[in-house]
Structure formats: C-alpha cells, structure tokens
C-alpha cells in the first residue's frame, strides 16, 4: 500500500482537509462576503503542498522519471513536475481571485472547489492505475464545471459551464469506456500490468486494444483541446470567470497531457503502434487551426482560448517523436512547466483587466499600457513568452521541442516538417500577439492610471520574474525536466 | 434463451433511452430513462454479475431516477433556453452516430472476442469490498471529495440569489 507520507497522499490530506473545511467555516461564521479570509486559507494549503513537493525533490526522497508500482499510485519525478505546474496555476487562480472574487456570492464554495480540483489534477499525473486515473479525472472536472458557471447571473457563464459540462461529461464517458476495454483485455487496472499485457497481446485481440488506445486519445484530447475535440474549448474560456479559464487552460488541459504520457504513448510503444505519424498530423492540425482562429478574434480572452490550442499541438510534437528520440518529452515537459505560468498570467491579466474595465474586448483596451502599466507589462512579457521570443523560457521549451524534431528526422524523415509547422505558427501567433501589444501601447491616448488589483500586480510580478529568469537561466529547469522524462522501454 | 434475452434487454434500453432523449414531456423522459437504467441492470445479470445489477438497481434506479422525477415534479418546468432546432444537424448526428457504431461494431466483431469463454466463477463480491480498502483506498478518499464538492457545487448552483436569509429564515 502507498505511504501516507508519500507526496500524493501530503497533498490529497493537506487540499482535502482545507478544502472540505473552508465551507464549513464559512457556515460557521455566518459570514458570506470576505473572499481575501477563505482566499487566505487556501492559499496557505497551496504553499504548503508546493513547499512538501518541493522537498520530497531536494530530499531525494522520490523515484526519478515516471515509474509504474504495484500500486495506485507513483511517488515519481514525472508527477512531482506536473504537481509543481498544477499547484503554481492553482496559486496564481487563487491570489488573482481575491480581488475578481470581492463582493461576489459564496466566496468560501469558490476557493474550497479550486482545492478540490488541484488535487484532482494533481492526483492524475501520480496515478499508475486506471480506476484511480479516472476518480482523478472527475474530481478535477465535477468542480471546474461549477466553477465555469459560478457567474449564474451572466448567461456566457451559463453557456459556457452547459458546454464544458456536456463535453465533459462525453470525454468522461469515453475514458471510461476506454478503461472497460483495456481491463476486458488484460484483467488488470494497474496501468503496468496493462502495458505489459499489451506488449504481449494476441493478434486477433490488438484491433480492440487498437480501440481502447483510441477511446483514450478521443477522452484525453477533449480535455488537452486538440482538433478535432476543440469545439467547447473558446466559448467556455470565454464565458467562464476569468481566473477560471486561467485554471482550465494553465491546469486540466496538462493534466490531459499527464494521462496522456501514463497511458498513451506507452501503450502505444507496448502494442508496437506507429501511432507517430497519426499524433503528428494532429500537432500540425491543432496548432494551425489554434493560430489561425485566434487571427480573427475580438476578444482577449477568446485570443488566449485559441492560442491554448494552438500551444497543445506544440506540446503534442514532443508526444508524436516520443520513440525516435527522449528531447521530444523533455521539450514536451518543459513547454508544459513554462505554459502552465505564461497562460496562467496572460489569463490572470484578463482578470485584472476585466475586473477594473468590465470588458476584454480588443477595442477596450486601448491605452492600456498607460492606464495598467503594470498588468500589461506582465501580459506583454507572457505574450512574448509564449511566441517564443528569446531571452524568454518559451523561446527555450519551443527551441527544445523543435530541434528535437530536426533531431528525430534521422529516423523518420517526416519529423522535420513538424519543425517547420512549427516555427511558422509561432510567427504567425506573433502577428495577433503583436496586434494585441500594438493596441495597448500605441493605440489610444487620452487613458489615466486606474488603480490596478493588489493581487493580479502580485501575479504579475511573480510570472515576469520566473518567465525572464528562466529565460536568462534554463539550466536548473532543463535538467529537473530531464530526470522526469519516462522511460520509453517495455519489458515484455 | 440468452439471445432473446440480450436482445430484449437491448430494445429496451435503446428505446427508452432514445424516449429519454426524444421525450417533450420532462416527466415521461425520466420514467423513460428509468426504463434505460433498468435495462442496463438486466445486462448486469446476464454477465454473471448480480452484486453490481442491485447496485445498479438501488442507486441509479431506485434512487436517482426517482430523485430526478421529483426535481422534476417539484419545480418549475417551463423552458428555460430557446429551442433552435435545425433538422441538417439533426441528420448529421443520426448519422454520425450510425457511422460510429457501425465501426465500432464491426471492430469487436472482428476481433478475437467471439472465441472467448468465460468459465471462470463470479468474482465474490467480497473481493470487491476488500480491495476498495486496500488496492483502491486512494481511489475511495477521492470519491468522498468528489461527493463533497459534488454537494457544495450544486447547493451554490440551486440556491436562489433573489431570496435572503432572513426571508428564509422566515
């Protein structure tokens, strides 16, 4: 049985405990308006589950890469990164509520749902058993639908909580399905016993295994927003608060990824798939229909929305080259550490934005330089990040993922031109990224300083700090990263 | 004997849960749906699983679907969301969905599965409890936070804003 001083079971008791209690708090004390009180509990949790894992890392005390146990769940390196990727979008949804969540109904309800949700994320990059994946998977989706709908006066809210919810629900369905079928197959949750099964699979048996790695692909790439299981993504980060899509775009999309790695691409290595270039073409679809929709859109949060797409097909190369070369998962990893901060803030902006000029349109925030100098340096310097421009850390994580793909054209010779997409959607997400800069430093004239939200000026500072530093000073991250990075041998 | 009864099974959880779907009447749809959940128990029994079709029974039937025809009763059932239906994407689903389960279909049909035998003996369910407190005893700890933010989401979400407390106190 797991240790209950294992860093999973820290974070399940310190997230659980705190979250369960801030509601009852809030009953207690009768008290339905003080959002910084129950804001300020959560936020202590957070820190101390990031500060546990933190340690467990320094002390050694956790396997290196990504291990499968005879248990539920793996106290490894892979899921300590996507623990530290998920807690720090989780502090950043929190810090930048405290002002988005003043004078707004159930303030205890909101931040006690985002625990709850953390520790699903958390929980499912940990987890080596597919039962225990799947409980992961809805304890981060039941309360991000209600979070998605928390505005219940305002119908985008509505909307956009109705479709992530449906969607949600199909991609739920589809897992599970997925699961039955692998378990038929194998007799086995454990998701080692399964790939292993696999390695060894009867013929007549593989199309059905074939199908149960589908069924995973179609669940997970809901979530993860790859084309063509998109459609809900836009309206919901649209509709939903804006620290919300903060936690959806920054946080459940990596969790998708986290499955992904566990079940997919090694279940494709056991089942002797070449699966590569059907993810490639994926990649390449995602990321030009991200960028290219993102183009045509009037509102900053829909931008964001589609850039988010955009950036799972960057991230989905790393996964299609996964057999030719280990850079591929390293550049995957890191681009997934460094989009968890870069979306987290841009979102966090829109927040600040919205919550000081009600509005993200694109016409709305002209002058913005000059009226929240601070916000819009911090969403310029995360825009900048996320196109890749050097000396920021997405130039980094970008020149990782690219390269290995050059890298992996001795292999295959097709990788090469995942590269080349690539680097032109990366110039082509400059062009809107740019456009969005241009109106708030050169467009508008006559706007005053306002006063900017403490919390989201804290975000900001704290994400232009890690972006830049990063950027001047990747060592550290590149070599956690690649003690991470799962070993792609199986064992038959 | 079996056959007859798989297929029984399958025409009325299908339909009902077509009826489900397709139903303008919230009440019928969830005695429909009652109809569905109920079948799928009927599946249960005919896979050798009994402990899991009186769960299937006693929770989902007797519980939820009662639950749900309640809310139902209870509250005010006027539409809340204008109805655009648009036949095209009608037809699209009916036949995307045709398209799936043809595939699908002929996928298993295909495969190995057909020569399997199952002679092996139903899983006591005993087993069933053990290992949700030993293997899975995470799994049951993330159902119990799940229950808890399932319950709290939905109080906030149902809770009328135009009514204050002293009102409900009241």
């Keep these: ?492 | 004997m079996v056959d007859a009864t798989f297929l029984a099974l399958s025409v009325l959880t299908i339909g009902s849960a077509i009826a489900a779907l397709e139903m303008r009447s919230l009440i019928y749809g969830s005695i429909a749906l009652m109809g569905a959940l109920g079948g799928v128990a009927g599946f249960f029994l005919l896979l050798d699983s009994p402990f899991v079709a009186m769960f299937q029974i006693a929770v989902y039937v007797g519980s939820i679907a009662v639950l749900i025809l309640f809310t139902v009763m209870l509250v005010r059932r006027e539409l809340i969301f204008t109805k655009v239906e648009d036949p095209r994407r009608r037809y699209a689903g009916i036949g995307l969905m045709l398209v799936l389960m043809v595939g699908l279909g002929s996928l298993v049909i295909d495969s190995g599965l057909k020569s399997v035998t199952a002679d092996e003996p139903p899983i006591d369910f005993r087993l069933i409890g053990e290992d949700f407190l030993t293997y899975y005893w995470p799994a049951l700890v993330l159902m119990a936070l799940i229950l808890a933010g399932s319950v709290t989401g939905a109080l906030v979400l149902a809770r009328r804003e135009d009514v204050t407390d002293e009102q409900r106190a009241d």
Excluded: C
């Excluded at chain 1, 801030?22 to 004390?29: E, N």
């Excluded at chain 1, 479709?163 to 007799?187: D, N, P, Q, V, W």
């Excluded at chain 1, 968890?340 to 919550?355: E, R, W």
């Excluded at chain 1, 050059?406 to 456009?435: C, E, H, K, M, R």
């Design chain 1, 1 to 492: 049985m797991i240790e209950l001083t294992s860093t999973p079971m820290i974070i399940v008791a310190i997230l659980g405990t705190i979250g369960v209690l801030i509601p009852v708090i809030s009953v207690a004390r009768k008290e339905h308006g003080s959002s910084s009180f129950y804001g300020a509990i959560a936020l202590g949790a957070l820190f101390a589950s990031i500060g546990y894992v933190i340690y467990q890392i320094a002390a050694n005390n956790i396997a290196p890469a990504a291990i499968f146990t005879e248990d539920v769940l793996a106290d490894d390196t892979f899921g300590s990164l996507f623990a530290i990727a998920m807690l720090i979008v989780a502090i950043f949804t929190t810090v930048g509520s405290f002002n988005y969540m003043r004078k707004k109904s159930h303030p205890a309800v909101y931040f006690s749902l985002i625990l709850l949700s953390t520790i699903g994320m958390v929980l499912i990059a940990y987890s080596t058993d597919l039962v225990m994946l799947f409980v992961a998977w809805e304890l981060m989706s039941i309360p991000t639908y209600v979070l998605a709908g928390f505005m219940k006066k305002d119908p985008s809210s509505n909307e956009a909580a109705l479709k992530y919810f449906l969607f949600g629900a199909l991609s739920s369905a589809i897992i599970i399905y997925g699961i039955s079928i692998a378990y038929g197959l194998t007799g086995s949750t454990n998701i080692g016993d399964v790939i292993q099964t696999f390695a060894t699979i009867d013929s007549e048996m593989l199309p059905l295994a074939l199908l149960a790695i589908a069924m995973f692909v179609a669940g997970f790439g809901f979530k993860m927003g790859l084309v063509p299981f998109h459609m809900w993504l836009p309206d919901t980060y649209e509709g939903a608060p804006p620290t919300i899509s903060a936690l959806l775009a920054a946080g459940t999309k990596k969790a998708g990824f986290a499955a992904a790695l566990r079940v997919i691409v090694m279940g494709s290595i056991a089942l002797s798939l070449d699966w590569t270039f059907a993810l490639g073409v994926i990649a390449v679809m995602t990321m030009t229909v991200g960028n290219i929709a993102a183009i045509m859109q009037k509102n900053l949060a829909r931008v964001l929305a589609y850039s988010s797409i955009g950036h799972a097909g960057y991230i989905l190369i790393g996964l299609a080259i996964a057999p030719y070369t280990a850079i591929g998962i390293q550049g995957s990893l890191f681009h997934i550490l460094n989009h968890a901060v870069m979306k987290g803030a841009a979102f966090i902006a829109v927040a600040g934005i919205v919550t000081t000029l009600a509005s993200s349109h694109l016409d709305k925030i002209k002058g913005l330089g000059r009226s929240m100098p601070i916000t819009s340096l911090g969403l310029v310097i995360s825009l900048l990040a996320l196109a890749g421009v050097p000396p920021l850390n997405g130039f980094w994580s970008k020149l990782i993922l690219f390269g290995a793909a050059l890298d992996a054209g001795a292999v295959a010779p097709w990788t090469p031109w995942l590269a080349i997409a690539g680097v032109l959607n990366s110039a082509l997400s400059l062009a809107y990224y740019g456009w969005i800069i241009r109106k708030m430093y050169f467009e508008g004239e006559t706007e005053k300083r306002v006063r900017e939200p403490a919390s989201v000026v804290a975000v900001m500072i704290f994400s232009i700090i890690f972006i830049v530093g990063i950027g001047v000073y990747p060592d550290p991250i590149i070599q956690f990263v690649e003690t991470a990075v799962p070993s792609l041998a199986v064992t038959p």
